[in-house]
């Protein structure tokens, strides 16, 4: 794989005497490797200047109310629907990369429902929502139970022995209200009032068992054992685990995917269509196609990347994980990020205003 970049290299220098080598990138935190940014600086002689987000209306708002100044963006599936509407994006010219014809069909397939013709995202990472748990903690205070289960959550008769030692959620109003729709065997994207207040209903139920909501401190606080139930990203409770084994910690930190189904999210690369060194982006995402630059991402932040070739030189252990690189029956039971439109994300913003204030 190693042999195209020189040529490539050489391909875009010529039309780019008038920028700068520099490539702007916008993404959430550590989501390229260090190594691999200091492998592509130094074989592109790119210099990358990489600012971060915490969340998905973050990235939103720079791209849709100003010029951006980034060259690169991860949006999610869901938020790529909108920039695409609002016409925030340019064409990637990713058939012609090398590395394009490895990457996941099914990936790709569903890009494509929200990308015709995939012109203007490249498929990166890929995920589920599920269960960061204490398993010595939960187990102690609900022996039998399935630690696979949603029940955990939305039983209050279950979340209420937890309560003592702590359950915290995401703080994304779509996603946990999804899945809570998910959970009473309802559409995750409806919008009918009725299937709204019954997911109201069912975290009212939650809300005193919840330590907290939020972003970003679920990872430390699974490691040292602050929390036992997190609802949260695979990736992260993956990470905690790491931390928690490393540290020596006497509990184990584990990952389950719900038995009853969640979301698989998929985050893209794409090019900003104000981008200031477009041809640099291009170089970029080039580089990220090839299996040890998305490897690298998979070993460390243990989400499952979108090239199948990277396989083989992620860890054995990661690469073996169900909750990670989940089965195809598993995966027959999740349900695909989807847009939706901007009155029914201010429906459930009002339902998770309200939910929030009761904390």
């Not at 975290?203 to 907290?212: D, E, N």
Request: proline share 7%; with cysteine.
């Amino acid at each position: 794989m190693r042999s195209w970049l020189l040529p490539l290299s050489f391909a875009i220098a010529l039309p780019l005497h008038a920028e700068d080598k520099v490539v702007n990138l916008y993404s959430w935190a550590d989501y390229v490797t260090p190594q691999t940014l200091q492998r592509f600086e130094q074989q592109t002689g790119y210099k990358v200047r990489y600012d971060t987000f915490d969340t998905p209306e973050v990235l939103e708002t720079k791209l849709l109310t100003a010029a951006s100044g980034y060259d690169v963006v991860v949006p999610s599936a869901s938020l790529l629907t909108r920039l695409l509407k609002a016409g925030a994006l340019q064409a990637t010219g990713q058939q012609g990369m090398p590395g394009y014809a490895e990457l996941d069909p099914d990936l790709l397939d569903k890009l494509a429902a929200v990308d015709p013709g995939n012109l203007h995202a490249v498929p990166y990472t890929w995920g589920t929502l599920g269960l960061g748990l204490n398993v010595e903690a939960v187990q102690k205070r609900l022996p039998g139970v399935a630690l696979d289960s949603l029940d955990l959550l939305f039983k209050p008769e279950y979340a209420s022995q937890l309560a003592d030692c702590g359950i915290s959620l995401i703080d994304s109003p779509q996603e946990v209200i999804g899945l809570a729709l998910h959970y009473l065997g309802k559409d995750p994207y409806s919008h009918d009032k009725a299937d709204l207040d019954a997911a109201a209903a069912l975290l009212h139920k939650l809300q005193p068992s919840v330590a907290y909501v939020a972003n970003g401190r679920q990872i430390s606080d699974l490691a040292n054992g602050a929390t036992c139930l997190a609802l949260t990203y695979n990736g992260d409770a993956a990470t905690a685990a790491d931390q928690a084994r490393k540290a020596g910690k006497p509990y184990q930190v584990a990952y389950r995917i719900p038995r009853e189904g969640t979301l698989i999210w998929q985050d893209n690369l794409a090019i900003p269509k104000d981008a200031p060194h477009p041809q640099a982006a291009k170089a970029f995402i080039a580089f990220m196609l090839r299996p040890e630059s998305v490897a690298d991402l998979t070993n460390s932040l243990f989400f499952a990347n979108a090239n199948p070739q990277a396989t083989p030189l992620v860890d054995e252990a990661v690469r073996n994980d169900p909750d990670i690189y989940p089965g195809a029956e598993v995966r027959a039971r999740l349900y695909a990020d989807q847009s939706m439109s901007l009155e029914a994300m201010r429906q459930r913003t009002r339902l998770w205003t309200t939910f929030r204030s009761r904390q």
